[in-house]
């Protein structure tokens, strides 16, 4: 079955941390760009993070610029969204999606994993 799982979300107080893991089985990650997306209740998907299939090239959302960092081990076939300094309105279900490049995220999605920061 081709799918991605995130995993890694979790309760958190302000100012911590924690690390987002986007696993993908039944296919090969090294050849897709992947992106980090969140959406928060009541309010619209917005993009996070995205990777290049190479790791070369990163893009950030302003709101996450200096908190967030991701990465990706191709020989795990994973790719990781660090989350340090985490807000209150970090709080959202985070999913992860592959596609040919970060524009085109669509091939694949995962099922998303809860990040609540609150204290």
Do not use: H
């Not at 985070?94 to 809860?114: E, H, I, N, P, V």
């Amino acid at each position: 079955q081709l799918q991605l799982v995130e995993s890694g979300g979790g309760l958190v107080q302000p100012g911590g941390s924690l690390r987002l893991s986007c696993a993908a089985s039944g296919f090969t990650l090294a050849y897709y760009a992947i992106g980090w997306f969140r959406q928060a209740p009541g309010k619209e998907r917005e993009g996070v993070s995205c990777i290049s299939s190479s790791g070369g090239n990163t893009d950030y959302a302003d709101s996450v610029k200096g908190r967030f960092t991701i990465s990706r081990d191709n020989a795990k076939n994973t790719v990781y969204l660090q989350m340090n300094s985490l807000k209150p309105e970090d709080t959202a279900i985070y999913y992860c999606a592959a596609g040919s490049m970060c524009a085109l995220l669509r091939d694949y999605w995962g099922q998303g994993t809860q990040v609540t920061v609150s204290s």
